[in-house]
């Protein structure tokens, strides 16, 4: 995003609408969380139950900061070196400073003490909901630039996330992209200037085809409301569907830019037997079926006035 580009949504928007990176925690579906092991509750009990909580022994500590230690970075291109925020930091780095330190930072047990027993565990990893569904669970504070494959051997190694499916893994960019959920509406149009719409990774998407998919949906509702319509968006039985209701129901505190996955998809109505492979067939066909109902109504010369 050039800097004239930046400047103008910045005078538009404020300071707070548009962030410039994106520290990402990997995100698991709740269903391959092993929850006799992971227990939902929140820090001194206090509020909502809001996190689901991995406890480590120092025998499991001990070894997953080895594993840390031990891990494959992916080190980007000179263009990309990002200046870690000390806020932020990816948690190979905060490890790289001391044994302790993930025990004092993101791991800390203080007030997550053994819900059956009252004892302290030596660390705990939390996972907070990412979705308003709750389908889809961050694990808050491990933003990293590890290698794909060792966040899966390492992050693995979390009592509670043995069988982990990861929705999306952890990374680190530089990045522009406005907070959507704080600053545009469900379509991304500016609120004062609907007719001024957001596309692609600036509203917080991320990848070429969510990007292009976006872009569609901005052209799509542009004309709509030149023709006096009401914008409109595909049902979140489809990817573009749940990929715009994240984008509108994300924390607005912690959003983070999102590509298409499987835990933006509303639960399928019956369970389906035969594992993840014919359940994403099962999500795919019911996808695919939506989107062609939603196109036969809402595609342009398709003639109606529904709304979104
Ligand atoms: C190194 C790297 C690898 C990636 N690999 C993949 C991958 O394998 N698969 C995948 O799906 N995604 C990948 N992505 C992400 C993907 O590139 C983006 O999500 C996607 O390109 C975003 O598309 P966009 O059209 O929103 O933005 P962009 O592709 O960034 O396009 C924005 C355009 O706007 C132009 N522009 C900026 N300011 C102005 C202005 N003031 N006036 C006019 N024009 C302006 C820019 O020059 C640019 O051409 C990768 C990203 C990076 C950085």
């Given at each position: 995003t050039s800097d004239a580009l930046s400047g103008s949504i910045r005078e538009r928007l404020?300071?707070?609408?548009?962030?410039?990176f994106d520290a990402i925690a990997p995100i698991f579906s709740r269903?391959?969380?092993d929850e006799s092991v992971a227990w939902l509750g929140s820090r001194y009990g206090?509020?909502?139950?809001?996190y689901l909580n991995c406890p480590l022994d120092s025998d499991q500590y001990e070894a997953f900061v080895d594993g840390l230690l031990g891990a494959d970075t992916h080190q980007g291109h000179d263009w990309e070196n990002v200046p870690y925020f000390e806020g932020c930091l990816p948690i190979e780095v905060m490890a790289q400073r001391g044994r302790e330190t993930l025990r004092f930072g993101?791991?800390?047990?203080?007030?997550?003490?053994?819900?059956?027993?009252g004892l302290r565990y030596h660390a705990v990893a939390q996972l907070r909901a990412e979705d308003l569904g709750g389908r889809m669970w961050n694990l808050v504070g491990f933003q990293t630039r590890l290698r794909r494959g060792e966040q899966e051997r390492v992050f693995r190694m979390i009592p509670g996330l043995g069988e982990a499916e990861f929705l999306r893994y952890g990374s680190i960019h530089r990045n522009s992209y406005l907070r959507f959920p704080r600053t545009?509406?469900?379509?991304?149009?500016?609120?004062?200037?609907?007719?001024?719409v957001f596309a692609g990774q600036l509203t917080g998407v991320e990848g070429y085809t969510e990007s292009i998919a976006s872009g569609l949906m901005a052209a799509l509702n542009i004309d709509r409301m030149e023709r006096g319509l009401d914008p409109v968006l595909p049902p979140p039985t489809t990817m573009l569907g749940g990929l715009y209701r994240y984008l509108r129901e994300a924390d607005p505190e912690h959003f983070q830019p999102m590509n298409a996955n499987?835990?933006?998809?509303?639960?399928?109505e019956q369970k389906v037997r035969g594992g993840k492979r014919k359940r994403r067939a099962v999500y795919s066909d019911r996808a695919m079926a939506a989107i062609q109902r939603w196109s036969d109504e809402f595609?342009?010369?398709?003639g109606s006035a529904g709304r979104a």
């Open positions: 404020g300071t707070e609408g548009l962030a410039f269903e391959s969380i206090k509020g909502e139950a809001a993101p791991m800390r047990p203080v007030g997550l003490n053994d819900p059956g027993t545009l509406s469900s379509h991304g149009g500016l609120p004062a200037l609907p007719n001024l499987f835990g933006l998809l509303d639960p399928l595609r342009p010369g398709a």
